[in-house]
């Protein structure tokens, strides 16, 4: 059994093809998304580097205490500096805040190195911090001294500016990237659907050939992986046809030699048969012959059957007035049926007019009234019309009884070689049959180019339905043979 999750090659394709996309797509939006995020970073840090340099030349210029007027002044300019929330923090040697900008965080980042070259990271925070020596302002008791307090300056600002930015990054990705992801799966199939068509071209031209046509499939000549295909297909359809020829040519060589030998025999049981008095030696030689017609008609159906198919003979077709060849043999049907009590209809106005084997056609006819009339219980009614299909260019043969039927089980096995249905049959009321019958003339159908069609239901009747594409009328298209020379012009058996 096929498991539910095994998918055809197309919805594999698309799926390799979707994952493609949304891991190139991840991919491709995390390689941008660090991209920017890293230029934002260092954008950031030479602003913070240039600031600070500024005001490390500022402040030490300055004295201590600072005067709020500078302080004010540096307020405003850190309050409107791009960088979202800079910072400004002196420190001195013990760690106590000396002076401090009102954008300052609440919680201070704590200093580990004092390294001015390097941007560190404390949290949420990027700053940069330095020793300085301040200057104090000279002292009210006059003396000239003016002691250096140590400190640490310390410049800064929060990431919040580069994550608000990436957020919005984040947005347009999404907004951009989205409908990508979620078009993927169609554009998938499109696209694996694209990739496999011609593997679909192939397998319909493949599907549309005919065993028994010489027919072979059409290369690409692209000379790729495609090609090769069809080139296998192709090897391989020369080889079953070879193969299939090899095994008609023997049932023929087969049945030809049986046909001498058998003939033999049934001429001399009847001769015996007729010198010998009615007793059981006669009832059984009765059976001897009686098997041995059977065995000259399998004979003869297997002759027939490998001429339908052998491609050589399909030349032996010519012009066939259908409708004629019906009403020849009306009179013989019509007796038949009356000798079984059943009441047989022919319609066969128009004239119809196909191109193939006359011999092969008078078989057809005769097998699908044959069945008809056998499998037709007393009383029953067959009906053989005979209808032209201008528009289609078609000639239907339709053949109906109210029959037995056949079951709906065994319909699909009608023309299958040697089938005979059993259902709803007495086996010792069956008439004897090869089975054979309806495979010859589905053989022969098909070899003209028409097709045949059976339906029927168990007890209610059987209508087999017979096309075969109209020639155009006039004179023969091609008569290599006479029809006399065919084994199949051998006298048809009538229902046993
Ligand atoms: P043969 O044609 O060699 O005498 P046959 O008639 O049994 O033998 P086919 O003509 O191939 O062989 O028919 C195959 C089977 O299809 C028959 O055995 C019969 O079971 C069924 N069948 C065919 N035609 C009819 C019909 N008109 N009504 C009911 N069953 C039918
Ligand atoms: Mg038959």
Redesign the pocket.
Known sequence: MKPYWRLTLRYRTALIITLFIWITGLLVGWICRSSFQALLLRQSDIDLTEDFDDFQQIIQQEELPFSSVKTEAWNRRVAIHPLHRLFIRIVDSEGKVIWESITAPSIPPTSANVDPQVVQVFGEYRIMQQSVELQRSPTDDGSEERPMVPGILQVGCSDYLVDMTIAQFDGWLISAVGPLFLGAPILAILLASWLLTPLTQLTETTQSIAIASEQLIDRSGNRDEIDALAETLNSLLVKVRSQLRENEDWIANSAHQLRAPLAAIISNVEVVAGRIPDGKSSDMLQRVLSECEYLK??VN?LLLLSEAKADRHQLVRQEVAWNELIAKSSDFYEALASARDLHIRFRHNDRCVVSANPEHLRFVIH??I???I???PTGGTIDVSLLRDDINKQSKLI?R?T????SEE?LPK??RRF????SG?DPSQ????????????QSIVEAAGGKME?A?MLGQ??E?RISLPTAATGSAIEASRSADDIHASEPL?S??
């Not at 029959?403 to 056949?406: N, S, V």
């Not at 069956?430 to 003339?441: E, K, N, S, Y």
């Open positions: 008609k399998l159906q097998n699908l044959d069945n008809a056998k499998y037709t053949i009884d029959g037995i039927g056949i065994d009608i023309g089938f005979r249905s059993n049959r069956t008439p004897r049959g090869t089975g054979l019958g309806l495979h010859i003339v059976i029927s009747g059987t087999v058996e229902s046993r």
